[in-house]
C-alpha cells in the first residue's frame, strides 16, 4: 500500500515550478510575472503570438538566458534537453559522434545505438549530418536527447521547418518516444491542431503572462471537442474565426 501512495504522490508533484518570472529586454518588460507548473510525465504546449515571449521562457528553464535583466524562482530537474528548430547537429562529427557527444563510459556506444535504433536511423550511424534530410536531422536530435535520460525535454517549434508529411510523423515519434521514456515536456509551437495533437495541456501567454492554462487530453478523441477547443483556443490567440472562408 506504502508504494502506491508514494507513485501517486510522485505523478503530481510538479517537476518543474515557474514563480513570478520576469524578464526585460532594452528596458521593455517582456514577461510580467509567468508562473507555471509540470508535473512528471506531462506535456505542455505552450501557444502565444509572435514575440510574446514563449522562446524566452523556454531559455530560462534550460539555463541558457544568463545575464538577461529579470526575476523569478525556477526550479527544474537536472537532466534536461533542449530541441531547436534546427538539429544543431555538429557538421564534422558522424551521426553516432553527435549523439554519444559529451558521454562519457564504455556504455555509450550502445545507448547511441539504442536511441538511434529507436528513431529509426540505425543504419545512418556513420553519416555526416548534411547528408541527411532535415527530418532525419531532428531525428538524431531526438536521438541525442532521448540518450541523456531527460526528464524535462524543452522544445522550441522542433518541427516546424519540417514538410507537412514529415512533421506528423515527428509528432507521432515524439509521441510514442514520451509514451516509453515518460519525460516531461515544454513544446512552443504556432499551431494550434499540432498542440491538441501532442500536448496534455495547452497554456497560452498573453502580455507577459499565463492567460490560459486548460487540459485537453480528453478532447483529442473527440472530434466534436477537437474542433471546439480548436477554435477556442485560436479566438484566444486573437485570431477571428470567419466560417465563410473556410474550406472542408
Ligand atoms: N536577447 C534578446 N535581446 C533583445 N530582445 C530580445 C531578446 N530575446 C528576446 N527578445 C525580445 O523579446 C520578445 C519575446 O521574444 P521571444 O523570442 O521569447 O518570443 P516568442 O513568443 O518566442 O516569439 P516567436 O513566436 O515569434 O518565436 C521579442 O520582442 C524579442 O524581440
Not at 559529451?102 to 540505425?122: I, R, S
Not at 521547418?161 to 507521432?172: E, G, K
Not at 485537453?216 to 484566444?236: Q, T, W, Y
Amino acid at each position: 500500500m506504502a508504494s502506491v501512495a508514494r507513485a501517486v504522490i510522485n505523478a503530481t508533484a510538479p517537476i518543474v515550478r515557474v514563480e513570478r518570472l520576469i524578464r526585460r529586454f532594452d528596458g521593455t518588460t517582456i514577461l510580467h510575472g509567468v508562473d507555471l507548473q509540470i508535473v512528471r510525465g506531462e506535456f505542455v504546449a505552450l501557444l502565444g503570438k509572435s514575440g510574446s515571449g514563449k522562446s524566452t521562457i523556454l531559455r530560462a528553464l534550460a539555463g541558457i538566458d544568463e545575464g538577461v535583466d529579470g526575476s523569478g524562482r525556477i526550479t527544474v530537474p537536472p537532466r534536461r534537453s533542449v530541441l531547436f528548430q534546427d538539429s544543431r547537429l555538429l557538421p564534422w562529427k558522424s551521426v553516432l559522434d553527435n549523439v554519444t557527444l559529451g558521454l562519457d563510459g564504455p556504455g555509450a556506444k550502445a545507448q547511441a545505438l539504442k536511441a538511434l535504433g529507436e528513431v529509426e536511423l540505425k543504419h545512418r550511424t556513420d553519416v555526416w549530418p548534411k547528408t541527411l534530410s532535415g527530418g532525419e536531422q531532428q531525428r538524431v536530435a531526438l536521438a541525442r536527447s532521448l540518450v541523456r535520460n531527460p526528464e524535462l525535454i524543452l522544445a522550441d517549434e522542433p518541427f516546424s521547418a519540417l514538410d507537412a508529411l514529415t512533421r506528423i510523423r515527428m509528432q507521432r515519434l515524439l509521441l510514442d518516444l514520451c509514451r516509453r521514456h515518460q519525460p516531461s515536456v515544454l513544446f512552443v509551437t504556432h499551431d494550434v491542431e499540432e498542440a491538441l495533437r501532442l500536448a496534455d495541456r495547452i497554456v497560452i501567454i498573453t502580455n507577459g503572462v499565463v492567460s490560459y492554462d486548460g487540459n485537453v487530453m480528453d478532447a483529442r478523441d473527440s472530434p466534436g471537442c477537437f474542433d471546439h477547443l480548436r477554435n477556442e483556443i485560436l479566438e484566444h490567440l486573437g485570431v477571428n474565426q470567419n466560417p465563410t472562408n473556410e474550406r472542408h
